[in-house]
């Protein structure tokens, strides 16, 4: 992985460099009229902007599997970029091979967007490269892919509305999505997050249960940690001290390096 960064940030900084230099922008905009280099400089602060969210967002995709709705945001906005890159480019009426250099250094950079997330969506991937010499494998494949979309679109969908405050339409489709998706590698943190609609909503009994089979169902996850954190959380707003000391015990003892670890440590210290 640490490889990949390296090899990512000599592909950034030679894509940025081996665009239109400063001089050769200037050169291009002085012949455009006021509307197009508004326009393309409102594009181009758009595009580094989502440049660093996709570097950001990559830097924590193997420790938090709800990046991946994040991701599935940032493709949807560099499409739309893409579209308004081509459409301005039309609209205005690109006469000389300078302007035209201008916009096919924009789409340049958003190739080199889009390239990186399907890099950042093949790591994620567990299946089994498809056998090219075989129709039928490569027809599973697509489907396969198909079906991965679908699950993350709809992942992405319900954290999205968890964000937006809409708690009990949340937990309504997280838990339709473990229904369809009982075992995918983001059925932990579906889990998780309806405990977390209802520690929201300050429905701690309900919450309790929820994080509950977070530890059960998937012990081996990512959020048993969380999961026993927040139960702490939970006991104490009920005001069972003796339950929730427990539980941030029980998460200092198996999982001293953590966040959620250091947090147990300072709330034992306020629980008197």
């Excluded at 702490?232 to 200092?252: H, P, R, W, Y």
């Amino acid at each position: 992985m640490r490889n990949f960064i390296y090899l990512f940030l000599a592909v950034l900084a030679f894509s940025v460099a081996g665009c239109a230099t400063t001089q050769d922008l200037k050169a291009v905009r002085s012949e455009l009229n006021q509307k197009m280099e508004e326009k393309l400089d409102a594009m181009d602060a758009e595009l580094a902007a989502v440049k660093k969210t996709a570097t950001n967002l990559e830097s924590m995709r193997k420790g938090q599997a709800n990046t991946a709705a994040d991701i599935a945001d940032l493709r949807d906005n560099i499409q739309q970029l893409r579209g308004q890159v081509e459409a301005l480019k039309k609209d205005l009426a690109v006469n000389t091979k300078k302007e035209e250099q201008a916009f096919d250094n924009l789409l340049l950079k958003i190739n080199f967007i889009e390239n990186f997330l399907e890099i950042g969506k093949k790591d994620n991937a567990n299946d089994t490269p498809p056998d090219k010499s075989s129709n039928s494998t490569g027809t599973v494949v697509v489907k396969d892919q198909a079906k991965k979309q679908d699950k993350d679109k709809t992942y992405s969908a319900a954290y999205q509305i968890f964000k937006d405050g809409n708690y009990d339409k949340a937990r309504t489709e997280f838990q339709n999505f473990l229904t369809t998706y009982p075992n995918s590698e983001y059925s932990d943190n579906a889990q998780f997050w309806i405990g977390e609609c209802y520690f929201r909503e300050k429905k701690y009994e309900q919450a309790i249960l929820e994080y509950e089979k977070v530890t059960k169902n998937y012990p081996n996850g990512s959020k048993v940690p969380y999961a026993l954190f927040k139960q702490g959380l939970s006991f104490l707003n009920l005001g069972d001290k003796t339950s929730a000391k427990l539980l941030l015990q029980q998460v200092i003892k198996d999982y001293p390096n953590t966040s959620q670890a250091r947090a147990a440590r300072s709330k034992l210290q306020e629980i008197k």
